[in-house]
Structures are given as structure tokens and as C-alpha cells.
């Protein structure tokens, strides 16, 4: 009897499967076309699936192997099982592997409710709940069926109650694993999943690449959207992106602004993206909802607005403006789902658009038009801090061998000081550089991320006009904002540097002997990472190298490196300053604390200033170029020389070449 | 109709609003935006409720006037309805070194707008906050300055709330049609948002040109800082300082005349100027 009943399950659930599949794929292709390769992402898939998403899972090792269990055996035990069951195919080279693939689905779906038994926060429930149950039902039942077509048990066994009984059992799996991959279940983060892979529009990461520079909008097309303002403006791959999402939490799990208790859940925006590309409510939602937003009141569809306004929508706006662009979410997405991309992209529609950004980031951006640095300063101001220390003139010299980039850094009295230490080091080291003086202008970090994508573009545009002017062998820049900006987004608009971090250039320094240290005298020191500098831009080891060098015993932050959690400074989020329950940057400090040091390295203003912010008593917070600043050996005539030499001449750009 | 009339009359059921917007000047920079105060009195017109906004400049029409101009046309962000927003903005186009006045009060005459609401004084040019009074004396309709807030229309007049110094307010009811001005003291106004800004309709009318011949003799030169009179406190504690930085500057000299006739009125005036020094005495 089962030789009747099952091939018309399985042919039926694979028909189903299929009508489901061409209707998501319908969906996805709502959204704006994406330039990615076709045949190229598809046959990428086998390696992007094994070896780059294997890899961020396996960062749990419980749920890695786990899944390498049951996905593995599923992957095997589902086409066999269509042959052996669905076409009668009674081959032992198909009954006895189909055999070992359900056994080893069937373990991997015991460890599966094990972990289910007592899930952590992060993890999602509601149908999430009956997905063990359902892959025992699957495996299991297909087990079952196979045994007497593989010999082991006579055909006629157990009789028809039994017969039927074994196929509800592998109905239900059949149900859950093909019609849910593609009817919206649990199991469509495979079916999503491997496209996205497929068709991720930032291929570049895979393979152990990077790519995290925001894709520019086309301005000069008028019928371009500016932005997200309905789901249906997103890319067609950043909705399947969406879609692939298993709800694992690992996002909501690092996220800072979520464990502030500031309105946001990464994986919450996901499943209101999903919900907004389906169309429905937000009810059948069954985690963590955005701190202070209960599930259940908002609604989208394809071609309705996203950001609440009158009344509900998709996602209130307060939930945007509480990224602080760190990208921890994207870095622990085991989907590798672009998180921050979609942000931005939504911030972009309510500030170009709607022109409701928050009153602040408003006035950022006023100023930033107005005077190109975000607090209105004028900009004949800019080189106010170094007017003591006769630094040579891009316009002058034309030519060095490192441009220094000041950043908006220049007119924070705490950043001074770092600005200030750093000259020194690149003098002590005799370093031929220069500075643009009042023609730099704000690197458009913070317009872009406020989402005023105009003002980015204007800035980076006037900006690289400016630096061609001139040559120089490299940008040197204490900002990793800027940094980031200037080496990852502003090739997009036609300027390509070299752009180094000052740890980076400084540990180079140290490295070929250019400077005379002094050990570092002081207590154990930890390192506090930008996200800007590490996930941004994958500089974890030289800010360590600099320390080291300088003869500090380092201790490291449980979270730190790629992990390290960010200081609250980051992608507007501080100037839009959305009430949570605590500060990010206290979090920060009390990781910092728990290391029980007393000096906090830091390579970054922004985090300067947020982790500065955090009231006394807490570490001392210092810039690696005030550390190696401090333990310079005081070569007193070489620095006197080099002063006294340009304070007598009246134009470097004598000495330059006379250097030369 | 002929071509360069560009805008039109409000309909019969909603009260017809024009702003009079000029191109403004950052005050560090230098570099055109739109001017503050004429920004604050768009957002005022687009707080009235059923009204039909008109938004008016007169002046060049090149590239970077326009750009700025575009920055009122960006206004669109809290209403979400946006029924109250001006559709386009008429630019009338005038010759450097033109005068305005008799361009807006024929384009003010066409369009019969009961209210009409501009800055105090423009960012550039000659700044001296006369063309809203000219206009009104050509026009022969009432004016008020400094208005913070429209409070309510009905049948053809306005109940509106003046700002006085030291955050006080004046409620006055005005005769509509009028011209009303609006200082830093009014709401300040909503962002601009690009995509609206440069999507927005810009039109342009040809007007004939005024030269302004008394202008063309001045002489201009940049300002200079003035001194500023020192304000000596010589107090013993700080109660004292702080009683002397806060407390209202006493006018001693000052009187009021209510009730006079213009000439009784001008002659204090006169006098006050020449005690001054600003008049030779």
C-alpha cells in the first residue's frame, strides 16, 4: 500500500514545493534590479555554502555540527529519497546510502530539540518550536519506509494500520520540509538561503574578502529612488537576502543598541522586512521584539510606505536611527544578511525624501552643507589647533610622501591632543608630510550614514578634486571614519588612495626602527577596537603590534577583535541620541573595567569621545599616538632642529626638496 | 491668460497665501541657501490649515539661485498629506541691480493673495527690511512685523500672535488682505529634503525690469565689526552680576508719547537723533 501512497506524497509535496518556489521568486523579483552574475553566483554556491557560511557557523560548534548532521543529511536523504520512493527505484546503491543519510538527519534533529528544550533568549520560537519535531518526523518516517526496500524487513510487515500511521508520519515531514522551504515555514531559510548565496549583492565577501562601503545612489538620474520608502524599493536580491534569515538571533545577541534597550532588534527589522515583502502583520512573529515596541502593531505590504508616520507601518523611525552602524550584526550573520545596507537605505528615504531626519541630524547636516564640518565651525578654522607647529602645506609643497588627514577631529579640543602626538611621532620618525590645511573637508561619513546621501557626495566629489591637485604617496589619517570613507567609498565616485590607519603606519614605523622608544612604563593596558578600523576595514593586529612594541602587557576584552562591541559614536547614532535604558558607551566601559586595567587604548575619536563621556571613576582613555607619544625617547636636537628650520624659513617647500 | 501668468489665484473656498521668498546668505560662508526667516515664514503658511500657498521670488534666475531657491520647495516633510505646499515657485525674473518692488506688486496684484508673508529683511542685497513696508504702502494693505504664530482666519481677518521682546507676545487681529512679516521668533522651519527639493516645479515669468537708480550711486563695501559699547558692572557680589546681566535694560532716557500727531511724533524723533549725534544738530 505504501507503494501507492508515498510516490503521491512526495510527487505532490515536490508540485506544491514548485508553485510555492515560483510564487517567492516572484515576490523577490518586485524589488529593483541588482547588477550580480546569474550563472556565476549559482555555480559559486557549493563553495560560499561550505566554506564561507560554514565558517561564521561554526563559530557555535554545537549548532555547526548539528547542522552539518541534519542539513548534510537532508541534502542527501531528499533526492534519494524522490528515487527510491517517489520513481521505485530499489537499488541497494540508493536504499542503504538514503538509509545512513535519514539516520544521520535523525541525530542531528535530536541535538536540534535538545537545544530547543531550553532555548536561549535569541532564539526565535512559535513554528521554530516544531521544526525538531519535524525533522525526527522526517527523517525518521523516511527511515522507516526505506527499511523494507532495502531489504532489512519484509515488505509485507505491520499491515495497512501501520502502513498508514508511517505515511502521516512522513506527510508531515514531507509538508514541513518541502512545502515549508517554499510556502514561508521554517525551512525557507534553506530554499532563500542558497539563492542568496547565490545572488548576494556583495559578493567580494566571500572567499575571505571584504567589502563594506556603503553602494552609492545615482543622483543624476531623477527616476532613481532616493532610498527605501516601501519594500518594493529595495534591491530584488536585498529581499531574498531578507528572506533567508533563520532567526538564529545571533545578530540581536551583539547587537548594542538592542542590549542598551534602545528600540531595535537586527532580527526583528529582518522579519519586518519579510513581513513588509509578503504583506501581513508583524503577529506571527515569535521573538525578541524591538525594546519598548510590542509585536503585533505594525503591518506592511510590497508598495506601501515602511517608516511609521501617521498611525502604523512597517518600522518606526526611532528603530532606524539606533544603529550605530557597526556592523557586529553583519559579522556574526551566518546568512551573511547586510543588515547596516538596509538601514541606511531606509534613513536615505526619510532624509531625501521626507525630510524628517531628527532635529540634530538635521542641524548636522545644515552645517555640514554649510560649512562642511558637522558643528558649523568656520572652515578658516580648521588648522586653529596646529598654528604652533608650522606644519607644511599641501599648497605649498604640492608634493609629499604621506598627506595627513586631519579629519573633523580637528576642532575637538580632546582630539587635538591626539592630532598633536601624532605630528610629533611623524616628526620624530622624519616623515615627510603634509597637510591640506582649510581646503579638507568633512570625509561625508556622517551625511552619508545620517542618509543624506546629496551631501556625501558633494563632500567626497570636492574633496577628491581637491586631492588630485596634489601627489603624495599615501593618506595617513587618525580616523578611521575618514579612513573608511576615503578607501572604501571613495573609489566608487573616482578617487582611489592608499589610506593607512595611524596604528597601521605607526607599528611600520616602529618596525624598521624609525623612532627611539622608551618602554612604557605603566600598568596593563587593553585595547578597545573601532568598528570602523576592525570590521570595517580587518586592521585587528597592528593596534596590538603598537602596543606590544611599546613593552605594555596587553589584556583583551571578552569581546574584542572582529566581537569587540562598539562604543555608541558610530553612523549618526550619537547625535540622534535615541533613549534607551542604558548608554552603549557604559556598556563598553564595564567591559573595559572587567579587565581591571587602568589605561584603555583606543584608536578612534568618536570612541574617545563616547568612552570618555562615561562618568570618572573608569580607566583613563588614551589614543595610541598619545602612548607611543609618551614613550619617545626625547631626541631633543632633532626635534629642536626641525622646529627651529621651519620657523626660519618662511616656505617648507625649500626644504622639501632640498630633503629630496 | 498670456504665457508668463504663472500662478494662479487660490480657489474661492481656501484662503490664498503668498510667500515672498528670497535667495539667502550663510552668515560664515557666504554661500547661498535659503534665507532663514523667509524659510520660517513658509513653515508658517504650511501650519495654516485649508490654505493655498504661493511661493514668490523675484530676482535672478541662474544656477545657483536656483539651487537655493530649491531649498523651499524641499519644505515637504511633517505633513504627510502635503495639500498645503506650494506646487511650484515662481521665480520673476528681474535684471541685476533691478528693483523688485514693482514686479512683486504687479505679480501681488494678479494673484490677489489675502495674506502674504516674508522675512523681516533678506540676507543680501540691500537688506534694510523696507521692501515689505513699500509693498504694503503700495499695495495699501495693513502690515505686521514680527509675527510667531497665525492663530486662526475667518471672514476676512486674521487673529495673529506678535512677538515682542523678551518672549512676549501681542495677539492682534488684522484686516485681511495684509502683510505680514515673521522674525527668528516664529517656529523655525522644517528641513529640506532633496528628492522633493529637486523634483519641485520652478517656473519662470519674464517681468519687465526696474532699474534701481538710487542704488546704482551707492558705494558698497564690505562691513566692518563695530565696537561694541562695554557694559561695565561694578558689582561687589554675585547676586549683584547676576541682577546686572539679567535685569532689563533701563530706557531712562526713553518716553513714551501715545496719542500724538504726527508732526509731535516727528519732532521727538528728530530730537532724539540730533541728542544722539546722528543728525547734525
Same mark, same amino acid.
Given at each position: ?20 518556489? /515560483? ?113 525526527? /518526523? ?139 515583502? /509578503? ?373 617648507? /617647500? ?7 | ?281
Amino acid at each position: 500500500m505504501l507503494e501507492i501512497i508515498l510516490p503521491i506524497l512526495i510527487f505532490t509535496a515536490l508540485v506544491l514545493a514548485i508553485i510555492g518556489a /515560483a510564487r517567492r521568486v516572484r515576490l523577490w523579483r518586485q524589488g529593483r534590479p541588482s547588477d550580480v552574475g546569474f550563472f556565476s553566483g549559482l555555480t559559486a554556491v557549493p563553495r560560499r555554502y561550505l566554506v564561507d557560511l560554514h565558517c561564521v557557523v561554526e563559530r557555535d560548534k554545537y549548532i555547526s555540527r548539528t547542522h552539518v548532521a541534519t542539513a548534510g543529511g537532508f541534502a542527501v536523504a531528499a533526492p534519494v529519497a524522490i528515487a527510491v520512493h517517489g520513481l521505485g527505484l530499489g537499488s541497494a546503491w540508493l536504499t542503504w546510502p538514503l538509509l545512513a543519510a535519514t539516520l544521520c538527519m535523525f541525530v542531528g534533529s535530536l541535538f536540534v530539540a535538545l537545544r530547543r528544550r531550553n532555548p536561549p533568549a535569541r532564539l526565535s520560537k512559535g513554528p521554530w518550536m516544531r521544526l525538531p519535531k519535524s525533522l525526527v /518526523a522526517f527523517s525518521l518516517g523516511v527511515f522507516v519506509v526505506t527499511l523494507p526496500a532495502a531489504g532489512v524487513v519484509p515488505a509485507a510487515i505491520g499491515g495497512w494500520v501501520l502502513a498508514v500511521l508511517l505515511a502521516a508520519v512522513v506527510a508531515w515531514g514531507l509538508a514541513e520540509m518541502f512545502l515549508g522551504m517554499t510556502w514561508g515555514g521554517p525551512m525557507k531559510h534553506a530554499f532563500a538561503g542558497v539563492l542568496h548565496l547565490a545572488f548576494h549583492r556583495r559578493p567580494e565577501r566571500f572567499g575571505g574578502g571584504r567589502s563594506t562601503g556603503l553602494k552609492a545612489l545615482d543622483l543624476a538620474d531623477p527616476q532613481a529612488p532616493l532610498g527605501a520608502g516601501k519594500p518594493a524599493d529595495f534591491t530584488w536580491n536585498q529581499l531574498l537576502g531578507f528572506d533567508a534569515c533563520v532567526q538564529c538571533g545571533r545578530c540581536e545577541a551583539v547587537c548594542p543598541a538592542f542590549a542598551a534597550g534602545q528600540p531595535l532588534n537586527p532580527k526583528k527589522l529582518i522579519q519586518d522586512m519579510v513581513v513588509g515583502l /509578503a504583506g501581513g502583520s508583524d503577529a506571527g512573529y515569535h521573538g525578541s521584539p524591538h525594546p519598548g515596541k510590542p509585536v503585533g502593531e505594525h503591518h506592511g505590504a510590497l508598495d506601501e510606505p515602511i517608516i511609521v508616520r501617521e498611525g502604523k507601518a512597517l518600522v518606526s523611525a526611532e528603530t532606524l536611527w539606533s544603529c550605530t552602524t557597526c556592523r557586529a550584526c553583519v559579522e556574526e550573520c551566518p546568512m551573511m544578511i547586510e543588515h547596516v545596507d538596509a538601514i541606511v537605505d531606509m534613513r536615505r528615504h526619510i532624509t531625501l525624501e521626507l525630510g524628517v531626519t531628527p532635529r540634530r541630524g538635521v542641524e548636522v547636516i545644515e552645517n555640514l552643507i554649510a560649512t562642511d564640518n558637522p558643528n558649523g565651525f568656520a572652515p578658516d578654522s580648521r588648522m586653529h589647533w596646529a598654528a604652533d607647529l608650522n606644519l607644511p602645506l599641501m599648497a605649498d609643497v604640492r608634493d609629499a610622501a604621506v598627506l595627513l588627514w586631519i579629519g573633523d577631529g580637528a576642532f575637538d579640543q580632546r582630539n587635538q591632543r591626539t592630532l598633536r602626538a601624532l605630528v610629533r611621532i611623524l616628526r620624530a620618525a622624519d616623515v615627510d608630510f603634509a597637510v591640506l590645511g582649510n581646503d579638507e573637508r568633512d570625509s561625508g561619513d556622517l551625511a552619508r550614514r545620517l542618509g543624506d546621501e546629496a551631501t556625501f557626495q558633494s563632500l567626497a566629489r570636492r574633496n577628491i578634486a581637491t586631492l588630485s591637485q596634489y601627489g603624495f604617496g599615501c593618506i595617513l589619517t587618525c580616523d578611521p571614519h575618514s579612513l573608511h570613507v576615503l578607501k572604501n567609498e571613495y573609489p566608487e565616485l573616482g578617487g582611489s588612495y592608499q589610506v593607512y590607519h595611524h596604528s597601521t603606519y605607526i607599528a611600520e614605523l616602529l618596525a624598521e626602527g624609525r623612532m627611539e622608544i622608551s618602554p612604557w612604563k605603566g600598568d596593563k593596558v587593553t585595547y578597545h577596537d573601532p568598528c570602523y578600523l576592525g570590521r570595517y576595514n580587518g586592521e585587528y593586529d597592528a593596534p596590538r603590534n603598537v602596543l606590544k612594541a611599546l613593552g605594555m602587557e596587553l589584556v583583551e576584552m571578552q569581546r574584542s577583535g572582529s566581537r569587540s562591541r562598539c562604543c555608541g559614536g558610530g553612523g549618526g547614532a550619537a547625535i540622534i541620541d535615541i533613549p534607551g535604558k542604558r548608554r552603549i558607551p557604559d556598556m563598553r566601559m564595564d567591559d573595559i573595567r572587567e579587565t581591571g586595567v587602568s589605561v584603555v587604548a583606543v584608536g578612534c575619536p568618536q570612541c574617545t569621545a563616547m568612552l570618555e563621556g562615561v562618568v570618572e571613576p573608569r580607566p583613563e582613555v588614551r589614543d595610541i599616538a598619545e602612548l607611543v607619544a609618551d614613550c619617545l625617547v626625547p631626541s631633543a636636537q632633532k626635534d629642536q632642529s626641525g622646529r627651529k628650520d621651519n620657523a626660519g624659513q618662511p616656505s617648507p /617647500a625649500v626644504e622639501i626638496l632640498a630633503d629630496a | 491668460m498670456p504665457p508668463d501668468v504663472l500662478v494662479e489665484s487660490a480657489p474661492a473656498d481656501r484662503l490664498g497665501i503668498a510667500v515672498l521668498v528670497s535667495v539667502g546668505r550663510h552668515p560664515l560662508t557666504g554661500r547661498t541657501r535659503r534665507a532663514d526667516q523667509d524659510a520660517r515664514a513658509y513653515e508658517l503658511a504650511l501650519s495654516i490649515a485649508g490654505a493655498c500657498t504661493a511661493l514668490l521670488h523675484a530676482g535672478q534666475n541662474d544656477a545657483e539661485n536656483e539651487l537655493a531657491l530649491r531649498g523651499y520647495l524641499g519644505m515637504v516633510g511633517a505633513s504627510e498629506s502635503g495639500e498645503n505646499t506650494a506646487e511650484r515657485l515662481v521665480v520673476i525674473e528681474q535684471a541685476i541691480g533691478a528693483d523688485v518692488l514693482p514686479a512683486l506688486v504687479n505679480a501681488l496684484r494678479e494673484l490677489t493673495p489675502e495674506l502674504v508673508l516674508c522675512g523681516m529683511r533678506a540676507e543680501t542685497g540691500e537688506g534694510s527690511g523696507m521692501l515689505p513696508y513699500l509693498l504694503a504702502e503700495w499695495l495699501g494693505w495693513p502690515i505686521v512685523s514680527g509675527v510667531a504664530q497665525v492663530e486662526s482666519v475667518s471672514d476676512g481677518v486674521a487673529t495673529l500672535l506678535q512677538a515682542l521682546p523678551r518672549g512676549q507676545r501681542r495677539r492682534l487681529s488684522v484686516r485681511l488682505p495684509a502683510i505680514v512679516t515673521v522674525d527668528s521668533a516664529a517656529p523655525g522651519a522644517r528641513p529640506s529634503a532633496f528628492g522633493p527639493a529637486r523634483r519641485g516645479g520652478l517656473a519662470v515669468s519674464a517681468a519687465a525690469s526696474m532699474p534701481d537708480e538710487a542704488r546704482a550711486e551707492w558705494l558698497t563695501t564690505p562691513a566692518r565689526k563695530r565696537p561694541r559699547r562695554l557694559k561695565i558692572i561694578t558689582a561687589l557680589s554675585a547676586r549683584d552680576r547676576f541682577k546686572a546681566a539679567a535685569a532689563k535694560t533701563q530706557g531712562g532716557g526713553g518716553k513714551v508719547l501715545t496719542g500724538v500727531s504726527p508732526e509731535i511724533g516727528a519732532e521727538a524723533i528728530q530730537a532724539l537723533l540730533k541728542e544722539e549725534g546722528v543728525l547734525p544738530s
